[in-house]
């Protein structure tokens, strides 16, 4: 089927060769500059070892683990106005999974020393399991993915030994970024991070951030091509995206209050850094001021039946859910771990040029699969259309 991705118009191959061109020079940057000196042109440091490729990683796995929010109404409770978006939900998935994949390949300064998870396997390491998890939703969902496109493209009903594949990806979904909190939930020498709530605020954040974009490449689709889901799925997103950011700031609150009501210096400082400053290091305060304004504009607006039922509106009202989750999870959150460090200094960290072409070329990766694998699900769908009316 890949075939009907090769095929399209002006605009399509456009945006393919933007795509394509961003992707080269961030491997260029790549090969030229990070694989030949090491990380030395990040802005990593001994005291922050985690950075912007990391905390990327967090964030894409969230995107990866909401496709169960279109998954589970479908398959289990047979809400058949998710039909024509939950395989969009799917390739999602895949995307970001294997742009999972990519930043944590980059972020290792001897990269094929990957194999080494592999080839001496420690059940007792977080990382090995995240890997287990990470790889084996890549082959579900592939798996799914192509069992049910094909499917389609016959016109038959997919197999009946797909639906426990589907059935075991929905608690695989929860899995991945369960234990990716674990992997920062574990570490006892970083307060910011030892709650037992950092699973499910994550989950929280990644059903609010799927949805919410999923709400948006549905409606670019509509507008740039024939493809319309309906009204009625994009409308059920949104309150799944609503109530999934409500209950995301929840939790953010109940760890602002403990840590200030409890007074602990310690799980305080980093609270401080982010939103007020220390010492005048105040590298993101604007950035975290700017995710409060944008979370709390985006519940004003999806709890609103007005404004969630007016489509700009709500293109508005997902854009800063995306942003403001991508300002947390995507940018602050793992480097306030580490400022102060355990001797109580702070290291500002600022991402580097490399950093960021780089980390946009796997951004790009990540927007030509879907780029094509939409191509193909929209071309195989306009096939039957076309072959119905015959």
């Given amino acids: 089927m890949i075939e009907k991705a090769l095929s399209g118009n002006k605009q399509y191959w456009g945006w393919i060769a933007l795509l394509v061109t961003t992707i080269a ?60 978006i939950t395989i969009l939900g799917e390739f999602i998935a ?18 094929f020393r990957i194999t080494n998870v592999f080839l001496y396997p420690s059940p007792h390491s977080l990382m090995f399991w995240d890997t287990v998890v990470l790889f084996g939703y890549l082959v579900l969902n592939v798996l799914i993915s192509r069992v049910t496109l094909t499917a389609e493209r016959k016109g038959i009903a997919p197999p009946g030994w797909i639906k426990p594949i589907i059935i075991l990806s929905i608690p695989w979904a929860f899995s ?3 234990v990716t909190a674990f992997l920062y939930s574990g570490l006892a020498a970083r307060p910011f991070w030892l709650t037992a709530i950092l699973a499910p605020r994550f989950l ?46 929840f939790f953010v609150l109940m760890e602002v209050f403990t ?14 850094y982010l939103f007020v400053g220390i010492e005048g290091h105040a590298t993101y305060v604007g950035w975290m001021w700017t995710s409060v304004i944008l979370a709390v504009v985006s519940l004003i607006l999806l709890f609103n039946p007005k404004t969630r039922r007016n489509e700009s509106i709500l293109v508005v009202a997902c854009i800063a859910v995306v942003l403001s989750l991508w300002i947390d999870k995507g940018l602050a959150m793992v480097i306030a771990g580490f ?31 879907v780029t094509v694998f939409y191509k193909m699900t929209l071309s195989v769908r306009h096939q039957l259309r076309t072959e119905g009316y015959k």
Wanted: hydrophobic share 55%; aromatic share 14%; with cysteine.
């Fill in 25 to 84: 020079v961030a491997a260029y940057t790549y090969i030229r500059y990070q694989y030949q000196i090491g990380l030395g042109i990040t802005g990593l440091s001994r005291d922050v070892t985690w950075g912007f490729y990391i905390a990327q990683f967090t964030f894409m796995v969230g995107v990866a683990a909401s496709a169960v929010m279109v998954v589970l109404p479908y398959y289990l409770h047979n809400y058949k106005e998710f039909g024509k």
């Fill in 94 to 111: 895949v995307a970001s999974v294997i742009m999972c994949m990519t930043f944590i390949f980059v972020d290792m300064g001897q990269p």
């Fill in 176 to 178: 991945i970024h369960t």
């Fill in 204 to 249: 929280a954040s990644a059903f609010a951030t799927g949805p919410a974009l999923l709400i948006l490449l549905v409606l670019i689709l509509r507008k740039f091509t024939k493809f319309d889901a309906g009204r009625e799925p994009v409308q059920k997103l949104a309150i799944i995206a609503t109530y999934a950011m409500a209950v995301n700031v």
């Fill in 259 to 272: 840590a200030i009501y409890s007074n602990i210096p310690e799980h305080m400082a980093h609270f401080q």
């Fill in 339 to 369: 400022v102060p460090t355990v001797l109580g200094h702070v290291v500002d960290y600022i991402p580097t040029l490399p950093e960021l072409l780089i980390s946009l070329g796997i951004y790009a990766m990540g927007a030509l699969l």
